[in-house]
């Protein structure tokens, strides 16, 4: 049987650590060296990012965030659109050997909103 996206966004958000707006605005606040990944595509974050956030896009997470982030141990909060993408990036980034990794499984909107 095929999975749905949405059963494979479910069955990653029992395995990871999944936050809300509130909560991912003080990890980082917190936390020396955090960082924030907007793992939606190019043109959405060209149109609309948080200044604190790297864009790169879920397709090329593996490549690029050991370049961004050598430490194993680094805050890495990953968000998206609507919480999907960022909890199946956070799940690909736990199973790379990352050990605090966070989905921000809020609105793209709202969490601007806890930025700005």
Do not use: W
């Not at 990890?27 to 956030?53: C, F, G, H, Q």
């Amino acid at each position: 049987m095929i999975k749905t996206a949405a059963e494979l966004i479910t069955e990653a958000q029992t395995r990871i650590k999944c936050v809300d707006t509130t909560t991912a605005r003080a990890l980082y606040e917190k936390t020396e060296n955090a960082v924030i990944i907007d793992v939606r595509e190019p043109d959405s974050a060209a149109e609309s990012k948080l200044d604190v956030s790297t864009n790169i896009s879920r397709g090329l997470i593996e490549m690029k965030v050991p370049k961004l982030c050598p430490d194993p141990d680094t805050l890495i909060l990953t968000h998206c659109g609507g919480g999907g993408r960022a909890s199946l990036a956070a799940l690909t980034l736990q199973e790379m050997g990352y050990t605090n990794v966070h989905a921000i499984t809020a609105k793209f909107d709202d969490l601007k909103k806890s930025f700005d």
